[in-house]
């Protein structure tokens, strides 16, 4: 079975390609057969993928929203078990089409109050698309508050939402930007580095809810499960706490 992770959020700025670059490298050490799709005109991908040759995981840009289903249907087809979508900034139909496609969207946002807000519209298609997502605070301050203010605002609502904040926080250090240059991952540049420690442990808690949704895919029949994506984001107290996020905002 293969699996999709979807990477979107409307500010830019945010760390979705090297995060997407990271998880893609973390995955594969740990046995996934990895393929990256990049929508993002931008093109942070690709240019990795120059600087790392041959070397898996392989990236394909995609510029047409119905080439990604299709695409998506040819890894699976070939025995890749989880492809990772990096999209653009902002919201267009090539992001809405890969959200459709996701088992898990990951909203990366810097840990300041701001980026949480800019990232409200983003949530909002992944819930109106019946996805499951979390956010993940990244690029955090290695000391302050911020991070915590951040969970903060997730949360003020409904205490709830902590529970589609992916753990840990990735801080920011040169690592990442550093094993982009060199086109790797972060854990094959430092592999005993911080850096690489929190992406080892964040893939970790991805493939924890990856697992717990084919679980419940498992259990559901098709009738049920279209009801449960009506009334889940993650899980079902936390749509129910996010509706008041979004009221808030």
Known sequence: MMRTIVLATQKGGSGKSTLAMGLAVAAQQAGEIVRLIETDPQGTLSYWQS????????????QQPADIARRLDAFARGGVTLAVIDTSSGINELT???IEQADLCLVPARPCVADIIASAPTVKIIRASHRRFAFVLNQAPHRGPRASEA????CHNDRDLADVVAKPLVTLRNDHQDALAAGLGVTEFHASG?????????WQWVET????????RMRLSPRTERHSLRT?????SANEASSSWDAGL
């Open 232 to 236: 889940n984001a993650v899980a079902t």
């Open 151 to 154: 969970a903060n605002a997730l």
């Open 96 to 98: 809405r089409a890969a």
């Open 209 to 216: 809810r990856l697992i717990e949704g084919d679980e419940s």
């Open 51 to 62: 600087c790392r040759g041959l070397a898996e995981p392989l990236v394909e840009p995609i």
């Open 194 to 202: 911080k850096s690489a420690s929190e992406i080892r442990l964040l």
